[in-house]
């Protein structure tokens, strides 16, 4: 179950200064556009993360990724968020401390870009753990898994949004 919650919650990660990955091939960074909102405004404003901004705000963690703190998020879509089981996310939304830790394992701090992120082999998370980065046939992967970045470099005011296929789950303590 650890590693299910793993590989579907990765979702809100933000990458630290070491770790920003460049995407290539599949994972193509994009050219930011100027953007004059926080993380959280930027998520809130695109479709493909309603899921995401609802868990935000439940875990409370919203005035916290909406800061000045400089930070990278590893952001999962709703379609990410479908595949972790009904019985899994009903656990995370009964259980705030839990998800506040999944949530803040997609986070990492530091505006890291993607150029950036290709070339580490892992980054440390606001919630403890690194998450391990490989680049491979082009494109970038989280956790040894099957989470693919599949766009970067979202520019927000305080930070860059990397997008995600799957949600991940930090290790057991």
Not at 92 to 108: F, S
Request: net charge positive; glycine share 6%; no cysteine.
């Amino acid at each position: 179950m650890r590693k299910l919650i793993a590989s579907t919650l990765l979702v809100a990660g933000l990458a630290s200064p070491a770790m920003a990955a460049t995407g290539t091939g599949a994972a193509a960074s994009t050219t930011p556009a100027a953007n004059d909102k926080t993380i959280v405004e930027t998520a809130a404003a695109d479709r493909r993360f309603t899921t995401l901004v609802s868990l935000v705000k439940r875990a409370g963690l919203a005035e916290s990724l909406a800061g000045e703190t400089k930070l990278t998020v590893f952001a999962p879509t709703n379609a990410a968020f479908r595949k972790v089981p009904k019985a899994t996310l009903q656990k995370l939304r009964r259980d705030r401390a839990l998800l506040r830790r999944v949530l803040l394992y997609h986070v990492v701090a530091g505006d890291v870009k993607g150029a950036q992120v290709v070339k580490l082999r892992a980054a440390k998370t606001l919630a403890g753990p690194s998450v391990r980065i490989r680049v491979r046939d082009g494109n970038v992967y989280l956790n040894n898994s099957r989470t693919k970045v599949v766009q970067t470099d979202i520019a927000a005011t305080n930070g860059t949004i990397h997008v995600i296929n799957r949600v991940l789950l930090p290790p057991a303590r």
